[in-house]
């Protein structure tokens, strides 16, 4: 009878202690980009060499995966031509037996320097497709995560100040987060949650590394591409023409 009473009194103890030491909520995040809705387009810090540009000029312009392969080791950084920076599909599961609210999310940790101007790579725009669910401004403000409206504007408001979202243990919840930028910032993404009495941050990034997230150059008008030192421009029948010096429409 005794073993049996302290197994009773043990038992709770130790899965209370697993509960309290283990995580508020379990995330996965992964870079998102879709041709139709974001083209394909990369810049570079550096003017491309010859050799490099002869390899993307005969690339197939349709094989997405094997130019994004190319041009990032070149150093290239992908952009997107629908007003955004960076798509991130986020994931957030319940790790706990009481329910797990998300009280915020917000971009921190920025590390940020002008958009770069070496070399450009650029694809067509095929077509349109939902606005994101969220967005953080890299730019301006406290970098919460805040509704895109349809007319491309933010919401005043952080997203979690009025929208509030609790996961059981094993649900899951899923986010589309676009950044904002008119340059080219590293960046963590973090996510306030509560489970009971126990309140903690989530930091969420690229596995391990920061978010990069980066803008096409624009002149001052805000309205042409900046004069970018190599510049590669496909027209989607031809495949990618050089435009030399600049990419001023």
Known sequence: MAVGLVFLLVSPLQSYVQEAGSPLVHTSAQVSWDPDMDGATWVFNRK????????????????????????????GVRVSESGFSLRIRLVLRGARGEPTLIEGMKAENLECVPAPTGGIVKHGLEGGGEIPSLAVD???????????????SLDDRPYFSQNF???????????????????QCRWRLAVQVRS????GTVRVDDAGAPFLASSIASDRSGQNLGPYRTCLMSDNDTGYISEGIGCRR
Do not use: C, W
């Not at 890299?138 to 995560?145: S, V």
């Not at 986010?175 to 904002?180: D, I, S």
């Not at 009971?196 to 309140?199: I, M």
């Open 48 to 75: 491309l060499k010859p050799d490099q540009v002869r390899k993307i000029e005969s690339l197939d312009f349709l094989d997405v995966d094997r130019a994004d392969h190319m041009a990032r080791s070149y150093g």
């Open 138 to 152: 890299l730019d301006h403000g406290n970098h919460d995560a805040k509704a895109l409206l349809k007319d491309g």
């Open 165 to 183: 979202y609790e996961l059981g243990k094993g649900e899951s919840v899923v986010y589309e987060v676009r950044a904002l930028t008119r340059r």
């Open 196 to 199: 009971g009495d126990a309140t």
